[in-house]
């Protein structure tokens, strides 16, 4: 498979990622929330890059519709089990496409009366954005293809490769 990012680029941008939110929430504590299963290992590598006081909490979400396309339906697998009043969320997710996922976590996390909501993407599909939505820190924008590694599956396949690559076109979903 041809290679889109490799793991050095993958971790200079997690690194860039992980100073600014250490940063920006200087002095205050975060939770870390990851979308699973797609976001484990850049949730594992942006954590060791934030020097702040931090927990992590994890969520299952799925979305139907034809194919790997999002439908705009998102039903919750698994919720979170911290409490997330007024503290600072901050949603790591693998990759951003239609938006239909994120606008259903936005919505869900806002109604816990957190103090902050910021979302982290690794990757960010813009030009297939259905709804207006954006991530606050973003590691890569990326052209409309399928890829795959670094958490990111086909079918389940290729989470563990550690770097991201594109999908070959006849195997595209
Ligand atoms: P959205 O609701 O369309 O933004 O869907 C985002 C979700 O779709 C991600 O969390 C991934 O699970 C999945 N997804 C979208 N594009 C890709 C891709 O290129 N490779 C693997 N999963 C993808
Ligand atoms: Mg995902």
Do not use: W
Not at 7 to 19: F, H, K, M
Not at 62 to 70: D, F, H, L, V
Not at 71 to 81: A, N, P, R
């Amino acid at each position: 498979m041809q290679i889109l990012l490799t793991r050095d680029q993958i971790a200079v941008e997690v690194s860039r990622i992980g100073r600014q939110i250490t940063q920006e929430f200087d002095g205050q504590s975060v939770v870390l929330i990851g979308v699973l299963k797609g976001a484990c290992i850049f949730l594992s590598d942006l954590a060791r890059q934030i020097s702040l006081n931090a927990t992590f909490d994890f969520i299952a979400v799925r979305s139907y519709g034809s194919g790997q396309e999002s439908s705009g339906e998102v039903q919750l697998v698994k919720d979170v089990t911290t409490s997330l009043r007024d503290r600072n969320v901050i949603i790591v997710e693998d990759i951003l496409d239609t938006g239909y996922t994120l606008t259903f976590l936005k919505k869900l996390f806002m109604a816990h009366q957190p103090r902050s909501l910021k979302v982290a993407a690794l990757l960010d599909k813009s030009s297939r954005r259905a709804v207006p939505i954006n991530a606050d820190y973003v590691g890569f924008i990326i052209p409309d293809k399928f890829v795959v590694g670094y958490g990111l599956d086909f079918d389940e396949r290729y989470r563990n490769l550690p770097d991201i690559c594109i999908v070959p076109a006849i195997q595209q979903p």
